[in-house]
């Protein structure tokens, strides 16, 4: 059985800023990750590896992003996935979510046309727009099944946990379909350094437009139906009064109270 | 050409009522109590006034008029020494240097090959590490302003100050009269390594500017030209163990001035500026192993630090009641630790950083496998992280058991208020690490304590912690702790590898190095603080004449 | 344009059964599907199709063609509330700003209210300002589903062709726009903040990017109808007026069972008192900073005393000290009450996401470096477990003085 995991990776979110004067983002010091949501997506699929042995699961990670975004893809070999793919050319820049789904749909269908699950992250942490999931499931033609927090798989169907606003739905779907994950488990994963070192063994290759099918109608920033116009920062917060109540907590509460007071609060 | 005459600087004085000051021992203990404790949480600290000097003119000043009066004076800065040396034991006046925190600039010494960065004493570890990992230096703060270094800075790669005692809220200052150290100090050594330079306030209201390298000691001493005369500063006789050390005052027959008041927990002088040395940040991946005895754990600390063909950053170690605990905590709430289920049947693990390059990972892994399969263990048997993120996680790890005891401790107060954890600092050399951790094991279930061992086992320091369950316990860990402290000098080992003397650990520096050398500790101050007023009651008792 | 292929096209049939406007039809004699002119391109068969054999080819519309879109559409998501449909807040909330913009652009404001058994709800949409009230009922819509939704959605805006349509950023609301969108190739904006009309009429969609830490403002210039979410909570709810009224459409819905993929197996409720965080004016919130489950009484107890509303981090939730319905976050809930206290929560982007639009915000917590100070209006640093009893207390005496003094 073929588990395509989708995975991106994205600046640690919260440490990246505009610079108030130019409007541009200021990405120094701020570090790359495999995004967190994608994580789970990964634990997920690798959990269903070790759950079911008989179905000889195989994951794939696929991720669309420049170079550098290699080393989320080794994280995941190193996290247990069997093979990675990056879908990485200068024609796919620019491209919005639409053209993101195009790109990975088309990435799927070259590369892995037989898979029977795709599992994904709830949303990516920069654009927290949650959309390329459902997006791809479309392209794709198969169901989707969103804020999964746990899956099973039963014959040639999924079942899947997810959470609503009342509380969880148990929903179930015929595979092929696609899941997004929007809770892992409590406990994150570590690699060995067994798996640190194997990883470095297995297939990590880059793809580009043209291996996939991928022209300009389809990807980049033409093909995009949505356009950034601007990009600001948001209007300053706080910047109000700092108490020290470390040494006297009674001091600290009273002045609190005196601000709820003085706020019409009470 | 290095003397061993250093003449002082005269600073002129500023009139003391424009320095901000707080009056009032009752409304310094109700409303600013902060300042009479440290994290050593003892009690008895009091004071008539705190002053709040901006500079070191004010500094200086201050401290000229306090030795007229001769008014005891403890230096208060971050309050993070967990031995009571900013804690105002005897009265007096509390100086804090809150106001003197900021980062003056930074230079390349180009003889050295080195950079450097000079900042006031109260700038914290982790505010230090802030601006020069992300170069937040002004343009005209390059030391000398002409080189215009900070243009240059700004081109290289990612620079830091790689001591890391935990506590990144620690004052530099602090971190210098105290010489600490930490994990990393296996591969970099202490605080004393990475001074350049520094300036410092003696009772007289004169400073001494001292980079490293200009003083040498001639003849077992120092002379000082002050304004009205001379001071001389006879270098003790003793030798200090060749283990990590942070007891007492550092002595070697040519040694430079610098180190003598670099540790001297302010005994000596009043730092008010240094230069640090900063160093390249490289990739390191952090790395547990799990060891099913606890033997086995020692013999692979034993060949990573002597056989491997890399350099760990560090080498730390935790004990089987450190994993239980652990454990117990993962079950209670995982994300605390945030790391995989420790297995039942593991009873030691060791904590390590690496050197971490795509271009060696696989010979230091395999390295490292080799020599975990000569310790019953394997590559299977560990964690790995080397994004920043990943190795967050480790250090989390490493601090979670500190907090735990602390949080039990806490707990056990509630019932017994008198009750203190008590926890060990002690090294010993290479050679002897079995043997004490032998000899803790063995004497510790004897007495039947509850305790837990974790530490930095690269320099053979490891703190135990006896976590006493009523009086009894507390009275039986004391007496455990001079014999430990007896044992580690017999081998070849110091009583405080890094939280230094303070208030609390004279009987300690006793044990070491008897009276008669603790004496000549005293006579160096005498010289230099005739009427004892600063900081007494650091290092050793004196009477401060009044 | 809708384009057969011919080899993979097999004659099965299944397009014309599925396809909502009997656009495209399989004759008998070719045995090939064909394209009649009246399809919408909502692109209903092109899922449906199990072998591929048909593609929509979207050229971006012209300038010229842009004008033939009119309308602003909102999707009219509603839920049962003890079994009882009740239209969401957020949809309301959209008919507010949703007035505005149609005001501005001079059109017409219409709700696309599918379901089943929900005429009912007509009435109160008009009450909010709609013009008109597009209703698609049918049995296969009575729960949400991705397929069943997306499907009537989809085929509505084809045949609309509305300029622009807005949804809630609920969970069904993000689990059907993007659907809707990838099947109509138009432009989505998540979770939008801010909305506007620009000098060509079109509409600017501001959101935060980055956790919150950047703001980003976003055109979809050449695709028709524009499309956003916006998060509940953003936009102000309209004043009711039972005096106003509105045209009603009904939509003939063609949906079949079999093209509806999930099967909801189960429910489970989880609330185990109504919670409503969302609605509360003055929350008290807690992060791990509280230690230990037992301790969040003491935070209750404020709560009670202020007559605020209990709530948390995710932190909390994850290790079940507080139901999911009490989590302040981005993985929770969005709230914007008139006072936020934080105690004890450091202020991850994920948690500040969810309730930085506070009007005030008041911050406790032992670490100075707690990123949550930097938008807290009163920023303290102390241990919490001894300043909320004492402000309890404070608050306590407070209220018994001015009840004495009342009496």
Known sequence: MKIIVLVKQVPEADKVAVNPETGTLIREGVASILNPFCEYALDEAVRLKEEYPEKEIEVIAISMGPPQAKSALMRCLELGADRAYLLSDRKFAGSDVWATSNALSLGVKKLVPDFDLILTGKQAIDGDTAQVPPETAEHLGIPQITYGVNTKIENKKIVVKRETEEGYQIVSTRLPALVTMSKGSNIRRMPSMKQILEARKKTLEIVSAEDIGADDTKVGLNASPTQVAKVFAPPEKGGGEIIDGREEPKLAAKKIFDFLIANNFI | MTDNIIITETIEEVPLETIRVIEGEEEIRISHPGYLFDESKISGGHAEKIFFPKNEQEVATIIKKLNEEKIPVTISAARTGIVGSAVPLYGGVIISFEQLNSVKGIGYDEEEKRWFVRLEPNVTLSELNDVVKLKKFEENQSIPPEKNWVEKFKELNTYYYPIDPTETSAAIGGTIAANASGARSFRYGATREWVKRIRVVIPTGEILDIPRGKYRAKDGNFIIKTKEGEIKLVIPSYEMPKAKNAAGLYAKTDMDLIDLFIGSEGILGIITEAELWIKEYESHMSNVAFFDNEIDALHFVDLLRKKSTFKPEFIEFFDKNALTLLREKQEEDPKFVDMPTISKTVEAAISFDLPFDEETIETIISEVGDFLGQCNSSLENTWCGYEERERARFKHFRHAVPEIVNNLIAERKKTYPEIHKLGTDMSVTDEHLVDIMQFYHKKLEEAGLEYVIWGHIGDNHVHVNILPRNMEDLEQGKLLYKKFAKKAVEFGGSVSAEHGIGKIKHEYLLIMYGEENVDQMRQVKLSIDPNCILNPGNIFDIEVKK | ???????????????????????????????????????????????????GALTIERKTVSKEQLSQYTGVFIWGEWEKRENIPHIKNVVLELLGKGRELADRVNEELTVVLAGYNVEQLVSTLFHHGADKVILAEHELLEAYTTDGYATVISSIIAAKKPSIVLYGATPNGRDLAPRVAARLGLGLTADCTGLDIDKENQLVQTRPAFGGNIMASILSPYTRPQMSTVRPNVFKKPKEDKT????????????????????????????????????????????????????????????????????????????????????????????????????????????????????????????????????????????????????????????????????
């Open chain 3, 244 to 407: 106003k009224e509105g045209k009603t459409e009904i939509f003939e819905v063609k949906l079949k069972r079999s093209s509806i993929r999930t099967r909801i197996l189960e429910e489970i409720h989880v609330l185990d008192e109504v919670v409503n965080i969302e609605e509360a004016d003055k929350l008290v919130s807690v992060g791990r900073g509280i230690e230990s489950k037992e301790n969040i009484k003491i935070a209750q107890e404020l709560a009670e005393a202020m007559g605020a509303t209990l709530s948390g981090s995710r932190a909390l939730v994850d290790i079940g000290w507080l139901p999911h319905a009490r989590q302040v976050g981005q993985s929770g809930k969005t709230v914007s009450p008139n006072l936020y206290l934080a105690f004890g929560i450091s202020g991850a982007v994920q948690h500040l996401v969810g309730m930085k639009s506070s009007d005030v915000i008041v911050a406790v917590n032992n670490d100075p470096e707690a990123p949550i100070f930097k938008v807290a209006n009163l920023s303290v640093i102390g241990d919490i477990l001894k300043i909320i009893p004492e402000l309890t207390k404070l608050v306590r005496e407070y209220n018994t003085k001015k009840e004495s003094e009342e009496i």
């Open chain 3, 1 to 51: 344009m809708l384009i057969v292929d011919m080899e993979k096209c097999i004659g099965c049939g299944i397009c014309e059964k599925v396809c909502p406007f009997g656009a495209i039809i399989v004759p008998t004699d070719t045995k090939k599907a064909k394209v009649l002119e009246n399809c919408t391109l909502c692109g209903t068969c092109v899922n449906a199709c199990p072998y």
